[in-house]
């Protein structure tokens, strides 16, 4: 949808699949990650950066973990 240029229903489809996401996995799983970059990917598209720059912010915090990916994972560069 994104790609199609209708970020709004793209972000609502990303939050619904972060919400399933949310009931199967960790907050640190890699594809609750992933759904949340993708979110904030949408926010920064609608312009709404302030949103998008605090998700960013918080998936990479999370993914910098040793313990999640660390410093060279793809998921923490993709985030960065």
């Known amino acids: ?8 229903a793209a972000l609502a489809e990303h939050r ?3 919400a ?3 009931r199967l996995y960790h907050a640190e ?11 904030a990917n949408c926010l920064s598209s ?7 720059l605090r998700e960013y912010r918080s998936v ?3 993914a910098r ?4 990916h660390g410093e060279k994972h793809d998921t923490t560069l993709g985030a960065r």
């Open 29 to 39: 799983h890699p594809d609750v990650l992933i759904s949340r970059r993708q979110i």
């Open 1 to 8: 949808l994104s790609n199609l240029g209708d970020h709004s």
């Open 65 to 68: 973990r040793e313990s999640v």
């Open 20 to 22: 399933l996401y949310s």
């Open 60 to 62: 990479l915090a999370i």
């Open 46 to 52: 609608l312009e709404r950066h302030a949103e998008a």
């Open 16 to 18: 619904a699949v972060l």
